[in-house]
């Protein structure tokens, strides 16, 4: 019913930054939230940050607070991600959800609607 699609991945120098964006596409589209989770081989997938598409709130991981920012264009459905100053440790695939309003929070139990099939960053030091 609704596709989530990623962009803007790719291979960037420690220090630099890149912009990930997400754009829903479907018939409808309801979900009360978006959020970017990132995942590593042999890890679980983690919260990065998360936006309430009505209050716009927004919420980040410790870990990226200061260093990335995530907005949304209601209009056109579509979700970003600014990740400045990156480090290595930043690399993963990043995926975007759509969901509950808790999935603001990171929260994934019954909150998840729909994932994006994920785009690769490779921050190299």
């Known amino acids: 019913q609704v596709q989530l699609v990623e962009s803007g991945g790719g291979l960037v120098q420690a220090g630099g930054s890149l912009r990930l964006s997400c754009a829903a596409s479907g018939r409808t589209f309801s979900s009360r939230a978006m959020g970017w989770f990132r995942q590593v081989p042999g890890k679980e997938r983690e919260f990065v940050a998360g936006?309430?598409?009505?209050?716009?709130?927004?919420s980040y991981s410790d870990s990226v607070k200061g260093r990335f920012t995530i907005s949304r264009d209601n209009a056109k459905n579509t979700v970003f991600l600014q990740m400045n100053n990156l480090k290595p440790e930043d690399t993963a695939v990043y995926y975007c959800?759509?969901?509950?309003?808790?999935?603001?929070?990171?929260?994934?139990?019954?909150?998840?609607?729909?994932w994006g099939q994920g785009t690769q960053v490779t921050v190299s030091s």
């Open positions: 936006v309430s598409w009505s209050t716009s709130l927004t």
């Open positions: 959800a759509a969901g509950g309003l808790r999935l603001r929070l990171g929260v994934l139990d019954g909150q998840v609607d729909y």
